[in-house]
Antibody, heavy 118, light 110 residues
Framework: EVQLVESGGGLVQPGGSLRLSCAAS????????MHWVRQAPGKGPVWVSR????????GHADSVKGRFLISRDNAKNTLYLQMNGLRAEETAVYYC???????????WGPGTLVTVSS | QSALTQPPSASGSPGQSVTISCTGT?????????VSWYQQHPGKAPKLLIS???KRPSGVPDRFSGSKSGNTASLTVSGLQAEDEADYYC??????????FGTGTKVTVL
């Protein structure tokens, strides 16, 4: 059974940093592109970033470029999102997702809540 | 990157069909065959319904179908059931390793 479990969320002050992790199991992690998507309370999903199988090709939304960095450790079956310079408007549930179909995440984790507030 | 435009709401009676539109530009929806559709129930993660404009992943009922014409994609839910009441989002590849989601449509089963 495919499982994705995010961790690392919590309360952080504006301008602060957090590192999210996503533990993957039930599939061959190194064979898939992976995504981070966030969803603010009561709002729709917003794509954040994507990384290829080897970790040498990344894409980030313009709104997070230069502040967020997606990475992965295939030996540990784990996806990461390093978030720096966090802003209040980035308060959201952050999901990791597997791109099982071309251009489309098919399995999503339950998400981890990041709250940016003083 | 601007969000794709969806109608805020749609509704239908059980057994009827409802169609949701998703309008983008030639830089996203119209430029690639990578529109996907998701269903989201309250408090849950999105669930993939359609990929590559019109392909249905295994396990998704054939009541759900996708299509596209120019810069507008559509999702049709046929034979509406009570459990189809949810929020629906489209998404598209937007080039340069970027993706964009739609504004979302709340479907109500009357």
């Amino acid at each position: 059974e495919v499982q994705l479990v995010e961790s690392g969320g919590g309360l952080v002050q504006p301008g602060g940093s957090l590192r999210l992790s996503c533990a993957a199991s039930g599939f061959t992690f190194r064979n898939y592109w992976m995504h981070w998507v966030r969803q603010a309370p009561g709002k729709g999903p917003v794509w954040v970033s994507r990384i290829n199988q080897d970790g040498n090709k990344r894409g980030h939304a313009d709104s997070v470029k230069g502040r967020f960095l997606i990475s992965r450790d295939n030996a540990k079956n784990t996806l990461y999102l390093q978030m720096n310079g966090l802003r209040a408007e980035e308060t959201a549930v952050y999901y990791c997702a597997r791109e099982g179909e071309p251009g489309a995440p098919d399995y999503w984790g339950p998400g981890t809540l990041v709250t940016v507030s003083s | 990157q601007s969000a794709l435009t969806q109608p805020p709401s749609a509704s239908g009676s059980p057994g009827q069909s409802v169609t949701i539109s998703c309008t983008g530009t030639s830089s996203d929806v119209g430029g690639y065959t990578y529109v996907s559709w998701y269903q989201q129930h309250p408090g849950k993660a999105p669930k993939l319904l359609i990929s590559e404009d019109s392909k249905r992943p295994s396990g998704v009922p054939d009541r759900f179908s996708g299509s596209k014409s120019g810069n507008t994609a559509s999702l049709t839910v046929s034979g509406l059931q009570a459990e189809d009441e949810a929020d629906y989002y489209c998404s598209s590849y937007a080039g340069s390793d970027n993706f964009v989601f739609g504004t979302g449509t709340k479907v109500t089963v009357l």
